[in-house]
Nanobody
Framework: QVQLVESGGGLVQAGGSLRLSCAAS????????MGWYRQAPGKERELVAT???????YYADSAKDRFTISRDNAKNTLYLQMNSLKLEDTAMYYC??????????WGQGTQVTVSS
């Protein structure tokens, strides 16, 4: 059974930084692409960033130049470094295993709240 557990969310002022982590178990983490999605209240879930098994990355326009996705295959952990946070980054952030389409495995989410 694949389990994804996010951590690192919280309350931060606009312009601040947070680092999200996602610990994976029960999957072949090192060979699967992984990603981060987010969902704000009243909005659809949206893709934030992805990273392939080889480290190739993709960012949504909203995340480019501010967020960095990375992975540590030895620790089965996915990261999202978020800098220069904006009010509109407030959302629940989800870690997702992209080894299947559509993705089958999602974390429970970690809340990020950006205040003015």
């Amino acid at each position: 059974q694949v389990q994804l557990v996010e951590s690192g969310g919280g309350l931060v002022q606009a312009g601040g930084s947070l680092r999200l982590s996602c610990a994976a178990s029960g999957s072949i983490f090192s060979i699967n692409a992984m990603g981060w999605y987010r969902q704000a209240p009243g909005k659809e879930r949206e893709l934030v960033a992805t990273i392939s098994s080889g480290g190739r990355t993709y960012y949504a326009d909203s995340a480019k130049d501010r967020f960095t996705i990375s992975r540590d295959n030895a620790k089965n952990t996915l990261y999202l470094q978020m800098n220069s946070l904006k009010l509109e980054d407030t959302a629940m952030y989800y870690c997702v295993d992209l080894g299947t389409q559509p993705p089958l495995y999602w974390g429970q989410g970690t809340q990020v709240t950006v205040s003015s």
